[in-house]
């Protein structure tokens, strides 16, 4: 890679952050719009139960994520040798054409099949794009390389989803992800232009990617991820109905309390990832609890509005805290396969995203109510945490690279 000027540098890490903010989007939007979705594409089975109706168009949030688990290591493997750029540019085609036909499916079911599809690349994208952005960043500031294009899914949910959430309640949920389409458009053109040329890791193959999930240690810390963020998603994929019928809130109300997410992530991110640098099991050890602890808040307070907005913020920025740890973590137990790591790790999340959605999911039919995913939350948190420390110890003994010793990406050429 050229030398690069600041200027330079800065421009390329906001374009691949922008990447962040467009995936954020097409991910989350649908939480803050699910009463609409239900209206929209199951209209006969809302108008007999909203609250089933929109436990069924929660599958919309389990197809997305499923589609990340089945296209990010699939994707790593395939794309080793694959120079960075050209990954990400194909990426994003990708995403745009996915997000496209979201908008326009005509039933629920093409709907489902088309958010599988975008979904591919998501996981694919934040390795790519991480590893882009950490290696700009330089040695010592991988974490932060990392968090600057997770930084992007903490403008989404800050501003891009409330915004979006506004535009599709006063539209239409279809106009909000053409929007959204625009926005991974707009990604392309800016990377195609500002990020430079980064050729793939020395010696990378699909078989060396693919001897990363040899290691018992990827698969251990893959589900820390996948467990112990589930919670999160419980709760905030239903973070609507918990503003509307839990705390009384109108429906206008929805933006503001996903703005307090959003604004708790950021703070989550930037801390986490600075800490992470300098610390990564101090980060996750000191996180967990943290976000264990928002979880509980969350199902004791969100009947009150102050309580739902203070808890909301904790719970994303106790979630986006641990996240620069986890991604760090998996690079660091999988050395020479950094894409692969990088990318299961954006699997862990989905399948987090798709085991929260559709546990909450439950126990909300089974007649719970709106607060009991917070509760499985809790529960969901202390094992991820468990099995976190269970990971360290291992590492104590000897079975694979201390997190603190192993590179996360290869120096700059």
């Known amino acids: 890679m050229d030398p690069l000027t600041p200027r330079r540098r800065w421009t390329a890490l906001l374009a691949l952050a922008l990447g962040g903010v467009a995936v954020g989007l097409t991910e989350f939007v649908a939480m803050g719009l699910l009463p609409e979705i239900a209206r929209g594409l199951l209209g006969a089975e809302y108008a007999r139960?909203?609250?089933?109706?929109?436990?069924?168009?929660?599958?919309?949030i389990t197809a997305y994520a499923l589609g990340v688990v089945v296209g990010a290591p699939t994707i790593a493997a395939l794309t080793a040798r694959v120079a960075r750029k050209k990954l990400v540019i194909g990426l994003l085609v990708l995403f745009v054409a996915g997000t496209v036909a979201s908008a326009l499916a005509p039933t629920f079911e093409l709907v489902l099949a088309a958010r599988f599809v975008a979904a591919l690349p998501h996981g694919a994208y934040f390795g790519a794009a991480g590893l882009l952005a950490a290696t700009l960043m330089g040695p010592g500031n991988e974490?932060?390389?990392?968090?600057?294009?997770?930084?992007?899914?903490?403008?989404?949910?800050?501003?891009?989803?409330?915004?979006?959430?506004?535009?599709?309640?006063a539209t239409d949920w279809r106009v909000a992800y053409l929007t959204v389409a625009g926005v991974f458009l707009l990604t392309l053109l800016a990377v195609a232009l500002t990020v430079p040329e980064v050729r793939a890791a020395e010696g990378g193959s699909p078989a060396a990617e693919l001897r990363a999930l040899r290691r018992p240690q990827v698969w251990l810390v893959a589900?820390?991820?996948a467990i112990g963020f589930a919670g999160f998603f419980a709760i905030d994929s239903y973070i609507a109905p918990v503003t509307t019928d839990v705390a009384g809130l109108s429906a206008g109300t929805v933006p503001w309390v996903l703005v307090a997410v959003g604004l708790g992530m950021t703070v989550g991110n930037a801390l986490g990832g600075w800490l992470a640098d300098r610390n990564l099991r101090r980060a996750m050890l000191v996180g967990f609890?943290?976000?264990?602890?928002?979880?509980?808040?969350?199902?004791?307070?969100?009947?009150?509005?102050?309580?739902?907005?203070?808890?909301?913020?904790?719970i994303g920025a106790t979630c986006l805290f641990l996240a620069p740890a986890l991604q760090g973590r998996l690079i660091s137990v999988a050395p020479g396969a950094q894409l692969m790591g990088a990318a299961v790790n954006q699997s862990a999340m989905n399948i987090s995203n798709s085991l929260?959605?559709?546990?909450?999911?439950?126990?909300?039919?089974h007649g719970l109510g709106y607060r009991a995913p917070a509760w499985v939350g809790v529960v969901l948190g202390v094992i991820g945490f468990g099995l976190a420390v269970v990971s360290f110890t291992l590492d104590r003994r000897g079975t694979t690279i201390p997190a603190e010793e192993a590179p996360m990406v290869p120096a700059l050429p």
């Open 49 to 60: 139960s909203s609250s089933d109706a929109v436990a069924h168009a929660g599958w919309m």
């Open 143 to 169: 974490a932060r390389g990392f968090a600057a294009v997770l930084g992007g899914l903490t403008v989404a949910n800050l501003v891009g989803v409330p915004l979006i959430t506004k535009l599709g309640q």
């Open 223 to 225: 589900s820390t991820a």
């Open 289 to 314: 609890p943290a976000m264990i602890a928002s979880n509980a808040l969350f199902a004791l307070v969100a009947g009150n509005t102050a309580g739902l907005f203070v808890a909301a913020f904790l």
């Open 356 to 365: 929260g959605a559709a546990l909450g999911g439950a126990v909300i039919a």
